[in-house]
Each structure stands twice: as C-alpha cells, then as structure tokens.
C-alpha cells in the first residue's frame, strides 16, 4: 500500500525581468525599429510589404529576442565540466543604442539572417 503526504515544495520562479543595463521593466521595454537591416540577400527588410520591420508597434506579433552565451571548460568521453554566462537581461533600446554601436566601434561585422516559416 502507498501511503501520501500533503508536502510544501519550494521553488524559485521568475517574477520580473529587468534591463541589466537601463533597469525597465520588461513590460516597459519599448519595440524598436530596425530599418537598416537588411536581409541575407541584400533586400531590405522594410521591402517586403510589411511595415513591422519600420514600425513594430503596427504588428500584434513583433518577437525581439536577444541571446548572448558563452561556454567553456572541458569535455570528456565519459563527463565533463566548466562554466557558462547567465546571460544579460537587455532590453531592445539598449541593445539598439548602446550595444550594436559599442560592438561596431570595436570592429565587430555583424551580420543578420532572414528567417521565415
């Protein structure tokens, strides 16, 4: 026979996000344009016949999403370990004004994809 017992569990959630760099809170992040991107192809984006891409606040479903990782350590056949970046929390105004443009200035090429399904 199993028996049961009602237990309390704690558990850490996520409550709110903030920009790690100007503080907002994430409901308060702006939706930013990026008009002077272009595609893998070389055709703007804003060419396409749709005007989220020069004015996301007209699109319903705009998707920002910024990601910055970096691993290393050491893997073996049978394990391994090292460490990771918790990464950065940044809303797309900093990411747009402050970061792009210091990666700029440090050389960096960046590149962006078109992506579709």
Not at 19 to 48: M, N, S
Not at 93 to 104: N, T
């Amino acid at each position: 026979m199993k028996h049961y017992e009602t237990v309390q569990v704690s558990q850490q959630l996520c409550v709110d996000v903030t920009c790690d760099i100007c503080g907002k809170h994430q409901e308060q992040w702006e939706r930013v344009a990026y008009p002077e991107q272009t595609d893998f192809q070389g055709t703007y984006l804003a060419g396409r016949g749709d005007d989220c891409f020069e004015d996301p606040n007209r699109c319903s479903f705009w998707e920002d999403e910024l990601s910055i990782t970096h691993r290393f350590g050491v893997n073996y056949p049978e394990c391994g370990h090292g460490m990771e970046l918790i990464p950065p929390d940044i809303c797309p105004r900093c990411w747009k004004e402050k970061i792009l443009p210091a990666l700029r200035a440090a050389g960096l090429k960046l590149q962006y994809r078109f992506w579709d399904w």
